[in-house]
């Protein structure tokens, strides 16, 4: 029988080894969540995951169950570490330019509706920064209301809001909730840095 994630999180407490699990567990869907906004660039998504899993491993001892997900804790993590990023390296304006979504789609659907995904995804890129996001986690990733609000840091009702003025802005194409079925791109597992260089 598969642990929990509190009981994961609680094992890793008393045994560091432990944490592994959690990495093993959520890195696939940290590295897309970050992959589908640095234009899928692989390696600096890699570094970004890693780092995700650093700062959450150094916060271990002080993480507190508050009714959200450790996958929605992690996520909340890889948007902050991710607009850290962007701060330092480009300019603020680089933060609404952080997607470059693909328009391939599952080989059974049918070339119009690729390409009517297709124009979809352009629309989505000229979206908000926050519309963006919440688009994509909720179609693409399927996350809940209440976790996006906590992984922006905003109200269940903000989400709802954000999602609706979104939703008017892509009213014009049908195919919206097909985001689910766009592929991610496959992750190798990969050594957790977050041990640092004296674990082997």
């Not at 890195?27 to 234009?39: A, E, P, Q």
């Not at 390696?43 to 001892?61: G, I, N, P, Y």
């Not at 902050?80 to 659907?109: A, C, H, M, R, S």
């Amino acid at each position: 029988m598969k642990k929990t994630d509190i009981k994961l999180v609680e094992s890793a407490k008393k045994c560091p080894d432990e944490y592994e699990e959690v990495y093993k567990k959520y890195s696939t869907d940290v590295f897309n969540y970050l992959w589908y906004r640095v234009g899928h660039d692989r390696d600096l998504a890699e570094d970004l995951m890693q780092e995700v899993f650093v700062r959450a491993f150094a916060k271990l001892d002080s993480f507190k169950n508050r009714g959200y997900s450790y996958r929605t804790y992690l996520l909340t993590i890889a948007k902050n570490t991710l607009v850290n990023y962007y701060k330092k390296k480009k300019p603020i304006v680089g933060i609404e330019e952080f997607l470059d979504i693909p328009i391939e789609i599952t080989q059974d659907q049918e070339l119009n509706r690729s390409l009517e995904a297709g124009i979809l995804w352009r629309a989505v890129q000229d979206l908000s920064h926050n519309e963006r996001d919440v688009i994509l986690m909720h179609y693409k990733n399927g996350i809940k209301t209440k976790d996006i609000a906590k992984v922006i840091a905003k109200t269940p009702n903000a989400v709802k809001i954000i999602l609706s003025r979104a939703r008017k802005k892509l009213k014009d194409h049908p195919y919206l909730k097909d985001m689910f079925h766009y592929s991610n791109t496959s992750h190798e597992y990969t050594k957790p840095r977050f041990w640092g260089k004296n674990k082997k």
